[in-house]
Nanobody
Framework: QVQLVESGGGLVQAGGSLRLSCAAS????????MGWFRQAPGKEREFVATIRWSDGRTYVADSVKGRFTISKDNVNKMVYLQMNSLKPEDAAVYYC?????????????????WGQGTQVTVSS
């Protein structure tokens, strides 16, 4: 079992920044990877970024590349999503997820555990 708790969401003006945090506990060994997804009302859950615990390899969606950065802290089992230059279209509920397996996952179906989500609102 893996438990995930997100924090750091909130209201920000367009062009601003937020850092989301995900605290992981349980089965988070080297063979797992972590991801961030987002879901806006009426839309499907969308991949944002992923990182692997063992070697730090990352992959970021084109829609946020150059603005968002995913990082991790292995000691404290934390995963972060630094979001800069936020746009109104970035507004969504952001979810942290864990995938049991070495390969990085790019779709929500590949992930096994989910946090409760944190709301990000971007005002124009």
């Amino acid at each position: 079992q893996v438990q995930l708790v997100e924090s750091g969401g909130g209201l920000v003006q367009a062009g601003g920044s937020l850092r989301l945090s995900c605290a992981a506990s349980g089965r988070t060994g080297s063979s797992t990877s972590m991801g961030w997804f987002r879901q806006a009302p009426g839309k499907e859950r969308e991949f944002v970024a992923t990182i692997r615990w063992s070697d730090g390899r990352t992959y970021v969606a084109d829609s946020v590349k150059g603005r968002f950065t995913i990082s991790k802290d292995n000691v404290n089992k934390m995963v972060y999503l630094q979001m800069n230059s936020l746009k109104p279209e970035d507004a969504a509920v952001y979810y942290c997820a864990a995938r049991l397996g070495y390969a990085l996952g790019l779709t929500y179906r590949e992930y096994d555990y989910w946090g409760q989500g944190t709301q990000v609102t971007v005002s124009s």
